[in-house]
């Protein structure tokens, strides 16, 4: 509880424990082979075969020229394929390949090994508590539950160009190009 004479923290370290959840996930996605933004985008379209880019670009929250970037790097990776549609022949489909969808369950297994990293030294009662106020504190600001703010910015004109971290300089999605 904080000291009456000093103000809250709670912004504070939910800023510090927001970076070390992203520091977490970002070990666990190198391992993989792949940013956390690719892994987003995997596991978009792990939920949704057949979304096509612009769609995707939509759920986002990102310009499509950034999207299509990094598509054409998962695609080259052999991880994700582009059709296209047969109801219009303009729209490209995405799907994960075999490999794709094999990082997918890979993804899976190092989200729950972030979050046990992350609730380490609670009960289960107090970790279930976290969520519930997480949880409710993002639908209490409008925050989408299942894409991180951070495409947003991707596609905001006004960029830093120093990376402050390896997911800033190895997200195909953080350009620092003007």
Do not use: C, N
Not at 95 to 120: C, K, N, P, W, Y
Request: net charge positive; glycine share 8%.
């Amino acid at each position: 509880m904080p000291d009456q004479g000093r103000p809250a923290r709670i912004g504070f370290l939910l800023s510090q424990l927001g970076a070390h959840a992203a520091e977490l996930f970002a070990d666990q996605t190198r391992g993989l082979g792949i940013t956390p933004s690719e892994a987003g985008v995997i596991r978009i379209i792990g939920r949704s075969p057949g979304i096509s880019q612009r769609e995707l670009a939509q759920t986002l929250g990102s310009v499509q020229s950034r999207v299509v970037a990094l598509i054409d790097r998962l695609e080259g990776a052999g991880l994700v394929t582009r059709t296209r549609s047969s109801a219009d022949r303009r729209v490209q489909e995405l799907r994960l390949t075999e490999s794709g969808s094999a990082v997918l369950r890979a993804l899976r297994h190092a989200a729950e090994a972030q979050e046990a990293a992350i609730v380490d030294g609670l009960t289960p009662d107090q970790a279930t508590a976290l969520f519930g106020l997480l949880s409710k504190l993002s639908s209490l600001r409008g925050l989408d539950a299942e894409v991180h703010i951070g495409y947003r910015e991707a596609a905001s004109p006004v960029k830093s160009t120093v990376p402050t971290s390896y997911h800033d300089a190895a997200s195909p999605l953080k350009s620092t190009a003007p």
